[in-house]
C-alpha cells in the first residue's frame, strides 16, 4: 500500500478522557484513486506528519502505543460470561460452562477445516 500525502484542514480537534485526541479533517476534492486510497486506509493504524503549509521548525514526535483495547480472547471470554449469565448460570460453575462451550466453538471451526 502506497503513502497517502495530501492538503487537509482539520476542522474539530476532541481530547479524550485518556488524553488521547480525536480530530476531524477535511480534504480538498480528491480524484477517484484518492477516494480508493483512503477508504484503503480506513480502520488502518497510519503514521501521520502534520505540517503547517508554511513549513514547521521542527518535528514534535509522538510514540506512545495506542491501546487497541481488550484482546479478541477477552472479548469473546466477556461475552460469553455475558451469555452464561443471561441463560440462568447453567450448572452455576462459569468456568466449567466455558470450558465446554469452547470446545464446541473449537470443534465447529475445525469442522470448517479441509
Given amino acids: 500500500m502506497k503513502a497517502i500525502k495530501t492538503e487537509l484542514q482539520i476542522k474539530s480537534v476532541t481530547l479524550k478522557p485518556d488524553d488521547s485526541v480525536s480530530f476531524r479533517a477535511v480534504t480538498p476534492e480528491l480524484s477517484d484513486d484518492d477516494l480508493s486510497a483512503f477508504r484503503k486506509v480506513s480502520k488502518c493504524l497510519v503514521n501521520a506528519?502534520?505540517?503547517?503549509?508554511?513549513?514547521?521548525s521542527g518535528v514534535l514526535e509522538i510514540?506512545?502505543?495506542i491501546e487497541t483495547g481488550k484482546?479478541?480472547?477477552?472479548?469473546?471470554?466477556?461475552?460469553?460470561?455475558?451469555?452464561?449469565?443471561?441463560?440462568?448460570?447453567?450448572?452455576?460453575?462459569?468456568?466449567?460452562?466455558?470450558?465446554?462451550?469452547?470446545?464446541?466453538?473449537?470443534d465447529w471451526v475445525k469442522g470448517?477445516?479441509?
Wanted: hydrophobic share 35%; net charge positive.
Fill in 63 to 65: 510514540k506512545e502505543k
Fill in 71 to 106: 484482546s479478541p480472547g477477552s472479548r469473546l471470554r466477556a461475552t460469553l460470561f455475558v451469555l452464561w449469565d443471561q441463560s440462568g448460570k447453567p450448572g452455576d460453575d462459569f468456568e466449567v460452562w466455558y470450558r465446554m462451550r469452547m470446545e464446541k466453538i473449537i
Fill in 112 to 114: 470448517k477445516l479441509e
Fill in 49 to 56: 506528519l502534520l505540517e503547517p503549509q508554511g513549513g514547521s
